[in-house]
């Protein structure tokens, strides 16, 4: 909840990323939306479960991008397993703020922000522990790009295995 409390203010464009052990729809996920304003790229397209790679009966949604609404989805895709519990997924995020602004993200209700609250209260989580969002946002180059894309695949690999990760998305042609 910190980062979402950290996030809703900022005047610059967002992207929180990783395993966060939760799943999509769950009630700590959907007040985390809700007080961030963040959305949610995989609303509306299907659930891309990325945990437990070795069970495909038993698979959940864990892994997670959110960003602002100065962004629109390029493309989602869960990239085939690469010997870790969880399947990679890339997102590719597109900056363009003016048609960004026609997503909807979860409203916040009056009883959002107590939930959170409480939710902080039962932590020992400090403002200290968040990342602060960049002081600037970003603008395009004078008479250059006005639009940027962001590709992020989870989980980020371990430097030991960045090439077998590389290596087994590429090889699958899914890159």
Known sequence: MLVGKSVVDAQTPVIVTGDLNDVAWSTTTRLFLKISGLLDPRRGRGMYSTFHAGYPFLRWPLDHVFHSDDFVLGS????????????????????SPKKGAQQESLQRESEDEALAEE??????????DVHAPAPEPLTPPPGGVSVY?????LPICALDS???CASAACSSGKV
């Not at 990239?79 to 597109?94: K, N, R, T, Y």
């Not at 939710?119 to 200290?128: E, G, H, I, R, Y």
């Not at 894309?149 to 695949?153: A, F, G």
């Open 149 to 153: 894309r962001v590709s992020i695949i």
């Open 119 to 128: 939710k902080l209260a039962s932590t020992d989580a400090t403002p200290a």
């Open 76 to 95: 989602l895709r869960r990239l085939p397993g690469i010997g870790s519990d969880h399947f990679p997924i890339m997102a590719e995020l597109v900056y």
């Open 162 to 164: 960045i090439s077998r």
